[in-house]
């Protein structure tokens, strides 16, 4: 009888250490690190070069982009051959079919990314609104391979072999759905608090971008809300949209007060209503240093010295884009601070504030930084104007 006992405890000693066994992998390696810079609302800019070609191109760094892409402008420079197909990419302003480039490569500095299919798109409005030209998107098809972590403090991109991975203390490890895109929940409160997922997208150049299904159907907003007419760029060009703010957002554990809130009307359901209420952009989400690791379907969000910058509350009803060298307004809100100071279309901005940079970036920097009144100096034909053009609060 004591041999059977005996026996029986071996057994089932052995089956509890193989029950606690299990596959580990690799731990990750530091592959490179890469600096990157910001255009306006927290759009990165990373380099690389284009199969064996010398020059280095511009890409956005982009989860709100389901796979990588080219500017239809610099595959024809390049004379890259092009795949008609009857693939479809949407965006916030239409659909569009594209044309693909397949099997390429992306070269950074100690990093070459291989078997890459490219689709084309037309960025020509968006390089017209950075002042800085857009030759491609990089998302899913390149983040699905690696661990990123984004460096907002350092202006840097670290990039990881997919593996066991220390993630630093001090932040929190977000686990959204993940299609080809990350959907994390938020909880947003101005009327009453709602839970609902968003897509986490780095490539939008706001705050929080919300449907108007979603925020007709929840009630969300405060009858006292106040919103202004304004509008964004996005595939397929311009969408006019409204702006306001909302009392609360909340992201896992870190919550920021008083959100600046596009509003739009999502004719090609981006936003999916309603298993999701819109998306996240990136003016929110550069307030963290962030770990994308997609192979585990994790972020890890970690608060950096932007998490308590003052958002953009500004509002001029002017729509300002770089052509042909030249800044110049080309949308004018009607009954907005831009047509009550004047502006008309066409006008070229030569100063801002006594700044005669003639840089776009320095321009919108300045009108998103200002409250109340400063001077805009315009050349209208030959004929230099000068305007007073009193931003408004969207607080108020």
Known sequence: MLRFLLLLLAVCMNLVTHSQEEFVQPESKLITKLPFSQL???????????DNLPDS??????????????????????????????????????????????NHSLHFSGLSVDHLDFHINDYELLTSVYGVKIDGIIGYSFFRRFIVKLDYDDNKVEIFTPGTFTYPRGGQLLKPNFTTLPQQLAVIQDSRAILNRYIFDTGAGLC????????????????????????????????????????????????????????????????????????????????????????EQS?????????????????????VYLIEGEIRVIDIVKGSPGEKAGFKEGDVI?????????????????????????????FRGELPIILTLNVQDIRK
């Open 350 to 378: 030569f100063s801002v504030e006594s700044n005669f940079t003639k840089n776009i970036q320095v321009y919108k920097n300045l009108f998103q930084n200002a409250l109340g009144k400063i001077k805009v100096v315009v």
């Open 57 to 102: 191109l511009n890409f956005i760094l982009d989860t709100g982009s389901g796979g990588i892409s080219l500017d239809s402008t610099t595959a024809a420079e390049l004379e890259i051959v092009l795949i008609n197909t009857d693939k479809t990419i949407r965006g916030i302003a239409g659909l569009k079919k594209v044309a693909f480039a397949m």
């Open 208 to 295: 929080f971008l919300l449907s108007r299904d979603f925020t007709e159907d929840s009630s969300v907003f405060k009858t006292k809300r106040r919103f202004y007419t304004t509008q964004a760029e996005g595939l397929g060009g311009k969408k006019q949209m409204e702006l306001t703010v909302i009392k609360s957002v909340k992201i896992g554990p870190y919550k920021f007060r008083n959100v600046p809130v596009h509003v739009f009307d999502d004719t090609y359901n981006v936003a999916n209503y309603p298993a999701l209420g819109g998306i996240v952009g990136n003016d929110l989400l550069r307030r963290f240093n962030v770990i994308l690791n997609y192979p």
């Open 299 to 319: 972020i890890y969000i970690k608060p950096n010295t932007h998490f308590n910058e003052d958002f953009d509350y500004s509002y001029t009803g002017l729509g």
């Open 40 to 50: 306006s609302g927290g759009i990165i800019i990373i380099k690389a070069k284009f």
